[in-house]
Structures are given as structure tokens and as C-alpha cells.
């Protein structure tokens, strides 16, 4: 997000990795001294797994983090547009009939991670009704890309791939892959909340999806197709969720409508970058 911020000509300050969301002094603080015009809010525990081990950081990271960051910015002396970047894993579980998915689908979070940005949404919301805060909602369906760090689906799998390339592994460990999802490119992501802190409206919840889905298997198949791996794959049960969803499409037209947003990046070359960037990450592990 900073690269793409800073490559369109904006001046980017990011607070230092030490500032706990939760600390409601110290944000504030932090938020003063930078008087930003607009806020990107991606601060979160955001990964799904990690909300069921440990409930209570996600909703305190998630939800009074954000209530702290919108209170903070509402007490500025020139309030700041925020886009509070929340998840469809809001939606829940979507009936069939009523995917690809809206921004009016009633929340029905499945998780715990999905029930505190719920929290955080409202927080947000609340914001904006009650102070007159400038929140901006984008609901980003899952997305992937170089950098990504392992506790995620595709960066676990490509981490496996790579080492049964290397002859490290003799097969490949998974969840549930028969789950679809609607997955788009990071950076096209990024390109999208960059246009919703500019146009997007304050109170309103935008997709950002490319509308269609794909099987968690199909990529996997397409991850070793890639790098020339042919090993059996295995069902861990210890991998898989409590309770999932098995097929999340999203509807963009919404984010479309006012943006012009469209996908740009390829689901292969996604991939293909992201097995690069893991043989990277390796390669230096490696060396040091």
C-alpha cells in the first residue's frame, strides 16, 4: 500500500511498528503529530486460524483498535477521511442464490475474526453518523500476492511447493482445498483502496473482488504445475477451520460504478510471483 501511495505522488507517513492500536493515548498521540489528510486503516489481526486460538486479541486489535483510531481522528482539529479496511468475511455463510455477494447481505460472521470486524465496521459507522468522521468501508475478498506471510493459504502452499522442489518434502499437507474463493492480486487491492480514500463515500461499503471464484485446489494444482512438482497431497485434519465457508463470490459492481476499478493482474501471474518471492525469501534464509 505505501508503494502504490507513494508511486502515485502522495507524501506517506506510517507509524512506527512499535504503536499499539489498542493504547488509546499513544494513538492519539501519533495521530496529532501527523495531521493526516486521509488515514488507511489495515491495522488488524487478520488472520482467520489465529482468531479461533485466540478470540480475545482479535476483537481487542480489530474492534477497540479501530474504535480508538476513529475517536483519535475525530478529535483532530481538520479531521482526516478514514478508509477502514474491514473483510467479506462478514458475509458468513452466503446462500447460493444470493452470490456473487452485495454490500447489503446481512452480516452473519462465522468466525471470530469476521465477528470483530463487524465490531470494527460499526465502530466505524458510528463514527461517521454520531461525529461526522469521514469512514469509507471496503470489504476486500481474499487476495494474495509477493510478500505475503506464511499463515495464509497461498503463501503456506507455495512455501510447500517450493521445498518438495527442493526435495525437502515428499508431499504437499493441506486444509480443506475444496473451499472456493473469489481471490484478486494485492496490488490491485492496493489500487482500489487508494480510489476509495479519494472517491469513495463516507458511511457507504465497497467490494473489492474480481466476481468470480476459484477452488483452493485448482491453485495448488496451478502452484506446482508452475514450478514442476508432481508429489501426492494430503488432507491434515489439525488444518482445517471449526467452521468454514465453502464458496465466497463477490459482487464489485458497486466499487465499479463509482471507480472505474477493474482487475489488472492475472491469477498466474499472482502465483508465479508469489513461488518467486518464497524462493527469495528462502534463498536468503539459506544464505544467512
Not at 2 to 24: W, Y
Not at 52 to 79: H, I, M, Q, Y
Not at 221 to 244: C, F, I, N
Request: glycine share 6%.
Amino acid at each position: 500500500m505505501c508503494r502504490h501511495l507513494e508511486s502515485s505522488g502522495d507524501e506517506v507517513l506510517e507509524f512506527p511498528a512499535t504503536l499499539d492500536i489498542r493504547n488509546a493515548a499513544e494513538l492519539s498521540q501519533a495521530l496529532a503529530e501527523a495531521s493526516p489528510d486521509a488515514i488507511c486503516h489495515l491495522a488488524a489481526q487478520a488472520n482467520v486460524s489465529a482468531s479461533w486460538r485466540d478470540p480475545a486479541k482479535t476483537f481487542s486489535v480489530n474492534a477497540l483498535g479501530t474504535l480508538n483510531l476513529c475517536v483519535a481522528a475525530s478529535a483532530l482539529e481538520r479531521t482526516p477521511k478514514v478508509l477502514l479496511v474491514s473483510t467479506s468475511e462478514v458475509y458468513g455463510r452466503v446462500r447460493p442464490e444470493h452470490m456473487p455477494v452485495a454490500e447489503d447481505e446481512p452480516f452473519a460472521p462465522v468466525n471470530p475474526y469476521a465477528a470483530s470486524k463487524v465490531a470494527a465496521e460499526m465502530a466505524g459507522l458510528q463514527a461517521w453518523l454520531g461525529r461526522g468522521l469521514e469512514v469509507v468501508r471496503a470489504r476486500p475478498f481474499n487476495h494474495t500476492g509477493p510478500g505475503q506471510m506464511e499463515g495464509f493459504v497461498v503463501p503456506d502452499l507455495a512455501h510447500q511447493v517450493v521445498r518438495a522442489a527442493r526435495g525437502e518434502v515428499d508431499c504437499i499437507s493441506t486444509g480443506n482445498i475444496s473451499v472456493r474463493r473469489d481471490l484478486s492480486d494485492v496490488r490491485d487491492v492496493v489500487r482500489a483502496y487508494r480510489m476509495l480514500l479519494v472517491q469513495g463515500e463516507p458511511g457507504q461499503a465497497y467490494n473489492i473482488c474480481r466476481g468470480e471464484a476459484v477452488a483452493i485446489s485448482s491453485l495448488l494444482e496451478r502452484l506446482m504445475e508452475l514450478e514442476g512438482v508432481e508429489v501426492p497431497v494430503r488432507r491434515d485434519p489439525s488444518r482445517y477451520r471449526p467452521a468454514d465457508v465453502l464458496e465466497h463470490v463477490g459482487d464489485p459492481s458497486r466499487l465499479v460504478a463509482l471507480t472505474g476499478w477493474h482487475s489488472l493482474v492475472p491469477l498466474d501471474q499472482t502465483l508465479a510471483d508469489v513461488l518467486a518471492s518464497v524462493k527469495a525469501q528462502r534463498g536468503q534464509s539459506l544464505e544467512g
